[in-house]
């Protein structure tokens, strides 16, 4: 198997498995408050589980896509313009990732501990948390949309 098809199949595995992720996230943390909606509490505590085992598992696919893409990219430039269009996409993903993980979700986890979900401060990083997932996602949606048309680009 040539270098750029071995690097195309791992940005399309960890683009699937990371998007994958952070759908699967959205679904299960909605799960979780909507099953445990009396005890919003203990809904908080298992929903801070889910992404707290969430954030290394996105960080190392984002690693890797972005990687494998950078790579992919350099292996065959003669049709860098759509390949270039996903590695722009992953990489911007994965710096939302990295400043939701270490500027958002820390002092989320830090307040959490210190008992103060219930302040004002808790309160503005959640709903940053939620616009930064969000984006996050439109950005690899944006990459996957972009990807049929890279892999093809590869071919030629």
């Known amino acids: 198997m040539r270098l750029a098809r071995l690097l195309a199949l791992i940005v399309t595995m960890a683009w699937g498995l990371w998007f994958g992720g952070l759908v699967t996230l ?43 893409s950078v790579g992919w990219r350099a292996a065959n430039r003669s049709a860098a ?20 993980t270490f500027l958002v ?21 959640h709903g940053m948390s939620m616009a930064i997932y969000t984006g996050e996602a439109a950005l690899l949606m944006g990459a996957g949309l972009a990807l049929p048309a890279a892999l093809a680009s590869s071919k030629q």
């Open 26 to 68: 959205f679904l299960a943390v909605t799960a979780i408050f909507n099953g445990l909606a009396p005890d919003r509490a203990l809904g908080g505590t298992a929903a801070a589980a889910v992404f707290q085992r969430f954030e290394p598992y996105r960080l190392a696919l984002a690693a890797v896509a972005v990687l494998a």
């Open 81 to 100: 313009t759509p390949k270039t269009v996903v590695t722009t996409l992953l990489i911007l993903g994965a710096v939302v990732a990295l400043a939701s």
């Open 105 to 125: 979700s820390a002092p989320i986890r830090d307040l959490r501990r210190r008992g103060l979900t219930d302040t004002p401060q808790f309160q503005r990083l």
